[in-house]
């Protein structure tokens, strides 16, 4: 009789821990804090300002953009160039943001560049080395200022 108790007792606290784990939850504090994407917004003070400029450089190397988070003006060229030892590619996290880089166009030593002329904060990463949330990655943000 104790036994059986003892298994129920169990059996209940395990059932109990089982539905807690499983619950959903209702803060949206997870969905403020979202950028494009899904993605995890990115504090002001990771970012670079490049707005002003006609042209600006993002230096492409081994599993590394630099700088990684943008600030440009719309229709400002945004160069990567490929200081590494290995090719790269330059792929936009949500599919239509603006034509990919391909790898045969990022080999090392090569550069290829986009212009951006809409508003917005575009995820991008290199397929070969990252995904949009870990590894070779990184944003721009386009603004009128």
């Not at 007792?9 to 804090?33: E, K, T």
């Not at 949009?132 to 990184?138: E, L, V």
Request: proline share 8%; aromatic share 4%; charged share 25%.
């Amino acid at each position: 009789m104790r036994s059986r108790t003892l298994r129920t007792v169990v059996l209940a606290l395990a059932v109990a821990v089982l539905l807690v784990g499983c619950g959903g939850s209702d803060n949206n504090a997870d969905n403020a804090n979202s950028g494009p994407a899904g993605l995890p917004t990115i504090p002001e003070k990771s970012w670079v300002d490049q707005t002003g400029k006609k042209k600006v450089v993002v230096d492409t190397r081994d599993n590394v953009y630099v700088p990684e988070n943008i600030i440009v003006s719309p229709g400002t060229e945004i160069v990567f160039e490929n200081t590494g030892r290995n090719p790269h590619n330059v792929i936009p996290a949500q599919k239509g943001d603006f034509e990919e880089i391909p790898v045969s166009k990022l080999q090392p030593k090569d550069s290829a560049s986009i212009t951006l002329d809409s508003e917005g904060e575009i995820p991008f990463y290199c397929s070969l080395h990252g995904t949009p949330k870990a590894g070779m990655k990184g944003r721009i943000k386009v603004s009128k200022g």
